[in-house]
């Protein structure tokens, strides 16, 4: 039995998930009674609600008694350090290309890592049913893009199908007559590639001592933590002792491997031994973390590994404290949202948490907005309620102590009569352009840049600024010594100065005072934020107000008001929109803006204190 070990490279959207079900499919992986719509790769659901993968997993099919680990290369990989590991796992990948796109960024970022490893990629272009399929120009782009990462030209020589994934169908021509059959399986050519085509387990020495360098991480009811990764060398048995490397070569743990599971379909099956060259999942050690190595008790060189990327972004999680506190969610008190949050962390290898300054707030570091944009969502559909602060750029220091901040390539696809406020909005987030060119279908390719700090907050702006069609990819790039003071974000906010409903007429009249956030009728309290002023200044408003009812005629009048419609204010949108002195509270049901100190009168002690500092 052969065993190939890959990884499938591809723009989100591009049909990975879909090609993946029918490999499944195909390969007999699911069981005749199991749910063949649950998608195997993107479980979570609101990354499939997002239409991303965070989580890299492993699957593996079966073909004709030889089986094939895949690994899922994650599609928001924002640091380089994670992808070169998981691609440390495999000799193949596979680069699947949408016909009618082409490849875009984030495939190139992945695919130029594999390309310097050394792995020769199988291309398959997907999706040539679409009437908008432009196979010839999408595959061109693929060898340009090869080539302008500098492929060798073996890599060059790449091997070819044609898909469409939808119906479980590769060929090595496009023209070829798309059947697929329980007989004549559709993705024969495509399974019989890859093993033809992608290498034995590289580097596999069975008789060497046991070795097993950790790519993943996740937490198990029952078998404590659990490390996957690729058996570098030897054999693991159940019961053997083991300690753990970190990855400069200090001990940091030592036990006994529990359990060994290995993939089989979606599931994982529990294993004796495992062997040089498998992707297994070990339990028993408590401390090993992603980087490190797990090996034989005479191995004390560790596997070669890049240490894991620092967070780059970090924000300030609290207890709700707001007078609406308790209503829509159930789990609200510090001890819970503790509870949650290092949980979290112990299978996040991306995100760090640590006590706050206070008893009732965490600081919790990530590796952008979206990805602890996802965590914030998630808790609130677990019923949580939480004060969150806006999100803050982490700042290094160099070898001669320059403050350094994060930068970021940036990659926009607009219609070209976008680009003048593009290249506007970017400037002035002190981006500087890398290139510009047409991208085809009346659409000019924009790559800058830019420093993280003055991304915060932008991608709500870029969509309305160009009406929605706007395409922007983001990838960590490196430090870059300190820009300065970015240009000023947006001017004061109206805030409420009592408790009670909002009023529609109290609402109309503040409309020329500024930009109403708020709904009428809806419960307020002092201290929150209900609009945004005209000036730069903050404004104390009162928005419970009703219309002095002078005479009977005027009762009434105020259904017939006419308000501005409000902004949709979504989680990402609130949380860069508030200012360091204002949180957003969050819960199962709303998103509301508010001052951190409510009161009036702590409001000004503090701004004179951090004046005065
Ligand atoms: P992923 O984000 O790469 O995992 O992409 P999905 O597998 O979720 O597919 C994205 C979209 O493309 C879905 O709406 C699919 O139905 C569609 N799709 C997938 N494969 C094909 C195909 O072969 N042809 C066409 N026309 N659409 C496809």
């Not at 994650?74 to 490849?103: K, N, Q, T, W, Y």
Request: one cysteine or more; proline letters at 5%; glycine letters at 8%.
């Amino acid at each position: 039995m052969a065993l190939r070990n890959i990884a499938i490279i591809a723009h989100v959207d591009h049909g990975k998930t879909t090609l993946v079900d029918q490999l499944f499919r195909q390969s007999g992986t699911y069981r005749e009674n199991q749910q063949i719509t649950e998608r195997a790769m993107d479980s979570n659901a609101l990354e499939r609600e997002r239409g991303i993968t965070i989580l890299a997993k492993v699957t593996s099919v079966e073909w004709q008694g030889d089986r094939i680990n895949i690994v899922d290369t994650p599609g928001h990989a924002d640091f380089g350090g994670e992808v070169e590991r998981i691609l440390s796992m495999v000799d193949g990948v596979v680069l699947l290309c949408d016909a009618a796109e082409g490849p875009l960024p984030q495939t190139k970022f992945v695919l130029t890592k594999a390309l310097k490893r050394g792995i020769k990629p199988i291309v398959v272009i997907n999706k040539i049913d679409r009437p908008d399929a432009e196979i010839d120009n999408t595959l061109n782009s693929v060898f340009d893009l090869f080539v302008a990462l500098d492929a060798t030209p073996e890599q060059l020589d790449f091997p070819i199908l044609y898909a469409v994934g939808r119906e479980g169908w590769a060929g090595l021509s496009p023209d070829e007559e798309r059947i697929n059959t329980p007989e004549n399986p559709g993705l024969a050519p495509l399974f019989n590639k890859i093993i033809e085509y992608v290498p034995e387990p590289h580097a596999v020495d069975k008789d060497a001592p046991f070795k097993l360098l950790v790519t993943m991480l996740e937490r198990d009811p029952y078998l404590g933590r659990v490390v996957t990764g690729r058996i570098e060398s030897g054999v693991v048995k159940t019961n053997q002792a083991v300690h753990c490397l970190d990855y400069e070569g200090n001990k940091i743990d030592a036990g006994r491997v529990t359990k060994i599971l290995a993939f089989r379909g979606l599931e994982r099956v529990p294993l004796e031994t495992a062997e040089a060259g498998d992707i297994v999942c070990i339990a028993g050690l408590e401390k090993a973390t992603v980087a490190n190595t797990i090996c034989d008790l005479s191995v004390s060189e560790p596997c070669e590994a890049q240490p894991i990327d620092p967070p780059i972004i970090s924000m300030t999680f609290r207890v709700n404290d707001s007078p609406m506190a308790g209503r829509e969610g159930t789990k609200v008190t510090s001890r819970m949202i503790r509870d949650r949050l290092f949980r979290e962390a112990e299978s996040n290898v991306a995100l760090k948490v640590e006590d706050g300054n206070t008893m009732d707030s965490f600081k919790v570091s990530g590796r952008g907005e979206l990805q602890l944009g996802v965590l914030i969502e998630n808790m609130r559909r677990e019923g949580f309620e939480l004060g969150i602060s806006r999100p803050e750029v982490i700042l290094s220091k160099d070898e001669n102590g320059n403050v350094m901040e994060p930068t970021e390539e940036v990659v926009i696809d607009v219609d070209q009569d976008y680009t003048n406020i593009v290249m506007q909005k970017m400037t002035e987030r002190k981006a500087e352009l890398r290139e510009s060119a047409p991208s085809g279908g009346g659409k000019q390719r924009l790559s800058f840049i830019a420093p993280s700090r003055g991304l915060i907050g932008y991608y709500s702006e870029f969509l309305t600024d160009t009406r929605g069609t706007g395409l922007m990819n983001r990838l960590f790039h490196g430090w870059t010594p300190f820009k300065g003071k970015l240009a000023g974000r947006r001017n004061g906010v109206l805030i409420s100065t009592a408790p009670g409903p909002v009023t529609a007429y109290a609402l109309f009249n503040l409309e020329e005072r500024g930009k109403i956030l708020v709904e009428p009728n809806i419960e307020t309290y002092a201290g929150m934020i209900i609009g945004e002023h005209n000036r730069e200044n903050d404004l104390e408003v009162n928005v419970q107000k009703a219309k002095q009812l002078t005479n009977f005629r005027a009762a009434g009048k105020d259904d017939a008001i006419k308000l501005t419609p409000i902004p949709n204010i979504s989680l990402e949108y609130a949380m860069t929109y508030i200012n360091d002195d204002e949180l957003v509270e969050v819960t199962p049901k709303s998103i509301r803006l508010r001052k951190t100190f409510l009161d009036p009168n702590e409001r000004k002690k503090n701004e004179r204190s951090s004046a005065s500092a």
